[in-house]
Structures are given as structure tokens and as C-alpha cells.
């Protein structure tokens, strides 16, 4: 199993563009999330998902999107990039409400 | 609004030390606690998870225990080797909201060779 697996690891986007951060498990998780972390801080809950073409926004939803149209994959939308939505980006999955799994991270920068 | 502390913000010891970190929370009220692990640069890596029903979850040289009435957590890690040097983080899932997990800011733990 690759468990969870985000691309890209790294991207520098200009203030006002738009992109998606992939994420995909392998483990047929029903659960899955999207946080992110800044410098110091703990993990904040942007979206989250309990199944296919179930989602709910969390902690931080405002400039983000996401969709879940299979189990295994939970794509989040940048629109209109802002520098503070600089900040590295973990998707994670669950089976139900227990222990989550993480991957290894995107690292965005909005310049 | 449940608030997740972690003191201190940074632990150094010398190898071979057992130590313990601190995890407190505001309300009582939890599904489960998870505690993880974050080398830099990197993932979180789930060490252990402990229901509300439990009062200690044991995995090799780590047991973290939870007193849910004082809204308190410890991780404690016996003989404590270089390779443990990480940022432990700890969780709360809500009871009630169980789609969420609230992050405290983390210990950064150096263990000196």
C-alpha cells in the first residue's frame, strides 16, 4: 500500500491563480481531510469528506474547494491564490472516526 | 470552543533519559485523543490513539495515558534515543463533531547523543 499520496510536493503560485492539490489513498479510507499548518502552529481543518460526494467545511474553509467523486481521491481547489494561503497542506484519511493516516505534505507558496 | 496546549514548546534531553510531554485540553468532552509524530519536512505519523472509554495505550517505549476529568494527556517515552528527536503532536476528536481533529501546537523534542 502507498497509503496517502499528495502532488505536488512543492509550488510557488502567483497572488490571484488558481490550482489543485492532489490527493489519493489506497487504503478504501471512507474518511477523508484536507488541513493545513503554518510556522509554529498546529494543524487547522480546512474540508473534510465522509464518503463519496459527501463534504463539509471545517476550522478554515474561506478561498478553498474541494469535491469527492471516488473514495480514493480528494482534490482541493485554490481559487484566486492569496499570499495567506502560503502554508504547507496535509491530506489525511480515516477509517470512520479513528486513527488518520497523513501524507507527506505540499509545500505552497504565494507570491 | 476546545483549545488544545502543549508545554513546553521545546524539550532538550540527554540519551537514555525517560521524559514525559503534556497535553491538556479545555473540554472534557472527547471521542479519542491521538498523539503523532513529525520529522521536518515531513508527515505526521499516528503513534497512539486512546478512546474516552481508556485510560492508557501502551506501543514499545511510548504509553501515553488520559485523564479526561483534569483534560490531560501524557506522552511518556522511556530511554530515549536520538532517533525519537521529532515534534509530538497531540489531538482531540470532539465528541459530537467526530469528523474533526483539533491540533495542539506541538513539543519539539531534541534528544542529545
Known amino acids: 500500500n502507498a497509503g496517502v499520496t499528495q502532488t505536488p510536493k512543492f509550488h510557488i503560485l502567483k497572488i490571484g491563480q488558481s490550482m489543485t492539490l492532489q490527493c489519493t489513498q489506497d487504503?478504501?479510507?471512507?474518511?477523508m481531510y484536507w488541513y493545513r499548518q503554518d510556522p509554529g502552529m498546529g494543524l487547522k481543518l480546512i474540508y473534510y469528506s465522509v464518503g463519496a460526494g459527501i463534504t463539509d467545511k471545517g476550522e478554515v474553509p474561506n478561498g478553498y474547494n474541494v469535491s469527492r467523486s471516488t473514495t480514493e481521491d480528494f482534490p482541493l481547489r485554490l481559487e484566486l491564490a492569496a499570499p495567506s494561503q502560503t502554508s504547507v497542506y496535509f491530506c489525511?484519511?480515516?477509517?470512520?472516526?479513528?486513527?488518520?493516516?497523513f501524507g507527506p505534505g505540499t509545500r505552497l507558496t504565494v507570491l | 470552543k476546545q483549545e488544545v496546549t502543549q508545554i513546553p514548546a521545546a524539550l532538550s534531553v540527554p540519551e537514555g533519559e525517560n521524559l514525559v510531554l503534556n497535553c491538556s485540553f479545555t473540554d472534557s468532552a472527547i471521542y479519542n485523543l491521538q498523539w503523532f509524530r513529525q520529522d521536518p519536512g515531513k508527515g505526521l505519523t499516528s503513534l497512539l490513539l486512546i478512546q474516552s472509554s481508556q485510560r492508557e495505550q501502551t506501543s514499545g517505549r511510548l504509553n501515553a495515558s488520559l485523564d479526561k476529568s483534569s483534560g490531560r494527556s501524557t506522552l511518556y517515552i522511556a530511554a530515549s534515543q536520538p532517533g525519537d528527536s521529532a515534534t509530538y503532536l497531540c489531538?482531540?476528536?470532539?465528541?459530537?463533531?467526530?469528523?474533526?481533529?483539533?491540533f495542539g501546537t506541538g513539543t519539539l523534542l531534541a534528544v542529545q547523543p
Open positions: 489531538a482531540v476528536r470532539p465528541g459530537g463533531a467526530t469528523n474533526k481533529l483539533i
Open positions: 487504503m478504501n479510507h471512507n474518511y
Open positions: 489525511a484519511s480515516s477509517y470512520g472516526p479513528d486513527t488518520q493516516y
